[in-house]
């Protein structure tokens, strides 16, 4: 059983910053790529940033030069630094990861947590 735990949510004014850690437990072999997914109201979930193991990352262009992706791989911990925060950066952010266990690899999901930035 695998678990993705999400911390580091929550009410921030605009111009502000916070930092989400995902960390993964559980019977683990292999953590592969990580990411971090956002939903807003009425919108789609979208892809905000991803990091491989290797370290490469991809952001969306909304985040570009403002949020963060990193990883520590000896923690199984995912992290995003989130600076120069927006109204419209307001969602219930999600990390996800590709594991291995006994099992192939599969993609696993956190239970999410809320971001909302307003003065």
């Known amino acids: 059983q695998v678990q993705l735990v999400e911390s580091g949510g929550g009410l921030v004014q605009p111009g502000g910053s916070l930092r989400l850690s995902c960390a993964a437990s559980g019977s683990i072999f292999s953590i592969y790529a990580m990411a971090w997914y956002r939903q807003a109201p009425g919108k789609q979930r979208e892809l905000v940033a991803s990091?491989?193991?290797?370290?490469?990352?991809n952001y969306a262009d909304s985040v570009k030069g403002r949020f963060t992706i990193s990883r520590d791989n000896a923690k199984n911990t995912v992290y995003l630094q989130m600076n120069s925060l927006k109204p419209e950066d307001t969602a219930v952010y999600y990390c996800n990861a590709h594991i291995s266990t006994i099992a192939p690899m599969k993609s696993y999901w956190g239970q999410g947590t809320q971001v909302t930035v307003s003065s």
């Open positions: 990091i491989t193991t290797g370290g490469s990352t």
